[in-house]
């Protein structure tokens, strides 16, 4: 599985990391009973303190998407495989906007809105 | 392509043919002469040279059969067709030879065993089997050189790596992928049933021999650990390289950023390129081999190759050629 964060970015890191997680979800590179690396392995890997890499999991664990068990580790969740149905249609709306110039938070803030409203 | 058809066509011969041909024929005399035999014959004889363990006549012929058949069998499964897959190399066409040697060796040492108690009426009068041994090893020698230049020499092809696209990696961007390398189904199976076979052994021991019990206990144990070493690896892509690190925790190899010349992809057949399964060193490098096909190719600055069979190697070779572009370019 591939994580990257970038410490330039305004993203915070444990949400860049979440976020690919989410990615690799959504492509299927990472399946239902597959297990996350351990966060102390992820920390040191992107050199970032171990609390961040734990706070992302947290924040998977609550969104479903993973069980964390001790001794066990972060498990990925049945709920991944409705992310990567998702896959295809994201990918084409994304196509789509950034055909028409849109900036890509202009399309994430019209798609938190549908999806709020 | 004409060459690789010629290659399989000769290996089938020797690996194949050869084996089978002489165990028929060593199998139709030993049968022809049961009813000239004693019974029981002689099937063993100790180090004096006389015969000390009996069995019955058609024990010869069926013995034969499975001894000639089954090791120059596993030879030609694992050799044809890996041939026919393309693979090539010397250790293909010596195991082929060998194939044929072994089965010679077999024929002729039974045979002649057989063929010397022809109208004895007690086994136990059976002459020594030293110069059926001798004459068998020769024979085997002389079919297995036989069988390595019936045979088209076989170039070693040093797999190219493909190198990969790399992944563009910002300045000040951290990437990191991690996949885990497992032993294919066959080579852990193999594994398990060797480990079974030693501890059964081990038990053994304990009730025939208990003085050599720990002896054999501890290679048990020892080549145990050995495979638990080598069943599964963590494969890791980061700021420090490649670190490939058995589930155990050692041995763990590591290839630094900048050591990295080029990282890309390359199908291997373990057999052919390393001379095996495992961790293994060649003469074009190194390599974490648990089963064929996709592998992650890294070329080192030394010019040696490190190699790590891994599912979506592509990725990881993609991401390690990022990395190296994005150190290379931070040092510069």
């Known amino acids: 599985m591939l994580i990257r964060v970038d410490p330039a970015s305004d993203v915070a890191l444990f949400a860049q990391v979440a976020a690919s997680v989410r990615t690799e979800m959504a492509t299927g590179r990472l399946l239902p009973g597959n297990r996350l690396p351990a966060a102390r392995d992820v920390a040191e890997s992107l050199g970032v303190n171990l609390h961040t890499v734990l706070r992302a999991y947290q924040d998977l664990r609550d969104e479903g998407l993973v069980d964390l068990r001790r001794g066990r580790g972060a498990v990925v969740t049945d709920r991944a495989a409705d992310l990567a149905g998702l896959h295809a249609e994201i990918r084409a709306l994304g196509e789509r906007a950034k055909g028409l110039g849109m900036s890509p938070d202009t399309l994430a803030s019209l798609v938190r809105e549908s999806v709020d409203g | ?332």
């Open chain 2, 1 to 332: 392509m004409e060459d690789r058809r010629r290659i399989v066509v000769r290996a089938v011969w020797v690996a194949l043919v050869v084996p089978v041909l002489v165990t028929v024929v060593a199998v139709a005399l030993q049968l022809a002469w049961l009813g000239q035999l004693p019974d029981p014959v002689a099937v063993h004889w100790g180090t004096s040279g006389a015969p000390n363990g009996f069995a019955a006549a058609w024990v010869v012929p069926v013995m034969t059969a499975a001894t000639g058949l089954l090791l120059p069998g596993i030879m030609a499964a694992v050799t044809i067709p890996a041939l026919g897959r393309g693979a090539q190399g010397a250790t293909f066409r010596f195991l082929a030879a060998t194939a044929a040697g072994m089965a010679t060796m077999t024929a002729v040492i039974s045979t002649w065993s057989v063929a010397v108690q022809r109208g004895l009426g007690d086994a136990a009068s059976a002459p020594s089997i030293v110069p059926a041994m001798l004459v068998g090893l020769v024979a085997a020698l002389a079919v297995g050189v036989l069988g390595w230049f019936a045979q088209p020499v076989q170039h070693h092809v040093v797999p190219g790596a493909v190198a990969a696209a790399p992944m563009p990696v910002r300045a000040g961007e951290r990437v990191m992928w991690t996949r885990t390398a497992t032993a294919a189904r066959w080579l852990s199976g193999l594994l398990l049933a060797v480990t079974a076979l030693n501890a059964a052994l081990a038990v053994l021991f304990w009730f025939t021999s208990p003085e050599a019990a720990p002896i054999v206990a501890a290679t048990a144990l020892l080549v145990l650990l050995a495979f638990a070493s080598t069943a599964s690896f963590t494969v890791r892509v980061d700021r420090e390289g490649l670190t490939v690190t058995s589930a155990l925790g050692v041995p763990r190899f590591r290839v630094p950023l900048d050591d990295v010349v080029s990282a890309g992809t390359g199908d291997t057949v373990g057999f052919g390129e390393f001379g095996g399964y495992g961790i293994r060193t060649a003469g074009h490098g190194t390599g974490v081999i648990l089963r064929n096909g996709e592998a992650l190719r890294v070329t080192r600055t030394s010019g040696r190759q490190f190699v790590v069979t891994v599912d979506d190697a592509a990725l990881g070779a993609s991401v390690l050629q990022g990395l190296v572009a994005q150190h290379r370019a931070g040092a510069a």
